[in-house]
Nanobody, 121 residues
């Protein structure tokens, strides 16, 4: 079973930066979208940023202008550069790969185990 492995989380002061990385443990074909989600205590998991196989990106309003997602479909890797971090960015961050399957099957999702990001002085 292919797994997604995240790294790069940690403790950072407000205004600081972190770079999250996510790589698949094996080869995943037909990835349509790679993304990052986050879940803060007591809140639902939310989409932070996503990049399609065609290179289109989408960001949550709360991170626009501060976060940048990039991905390499062939290498099955995705990154999230986070700048100007705020305390409200504190959460567990999860990477996600979504791949297409046959026309009559729903897409398949792969999830990482999560990496903690804490923004605090």
């Amino acid at each position: 079973q292919v797994q997604l492995v995240e790294s790069g989380g940690g403790l950072v002061q407000p205004g600081g930066s972190l770079r999250l990385s996510c790589a698949a443990s094996g080869r995943i074909f037909s990835i349509n979208v790679m993304g990052w989600y986050r879940q803060a205590p007591g809140k639902q998991r939310e989409l932070v940023a996503a990049v399609t196989s065609g290179g289109n990106t989408d960001y949550a309003d709360s991170v626009k202008g501060r976060f940048t997602i990039s991905g390499d479909n062939a290498k099955n890797t995705v990154f999230l550069q986070m700048n100007s971090l705020k305390p409200e960015d504190t959460a567990v961050y999860y990477c996600n790969f979504r791949r297409s399957r046959s026309w009559n099957q729903p897409p398949q999702d792969y999830w990482g185990q999560g990496t903690q990001v804490t923004v605090s002085s």
